[in-house]
């Protein structure tokens, strides 16, 4: 199963693509170094809140959208209340 971050950085790689924006346009636009958000997409990086509410406003989307995973990934138990709940038992959400 992907992580919540992995599931997460896909998806602002799908809206920034679509946007046809590339990632240092992007990172400016949400006042973010390009290598960080390099390392979202990558699922590498586990971002605040605040940096989330800006990747959401430079890609004109909002919050929930952001969260709306391919249906590829929860056919295959990968949502947001699954990655929870797995977090949860581990003592940790990831």
Known sequence: ???IRRLFGQRVRELRLSK???QEELAFQAGMHRTYLGGIERGDRNPSLENIAAIAKALDVT???LFLFPSSARE???TVDQCAQDGDRRGDIE
């Open 1 to 3: 199963m992907k992580t």
């Open 20 to 22: 046809g924006l590339s």
């Open 63 to 65: 919050l929930s959208e």
């Open 76 to 78: 295959h138990g990968n």
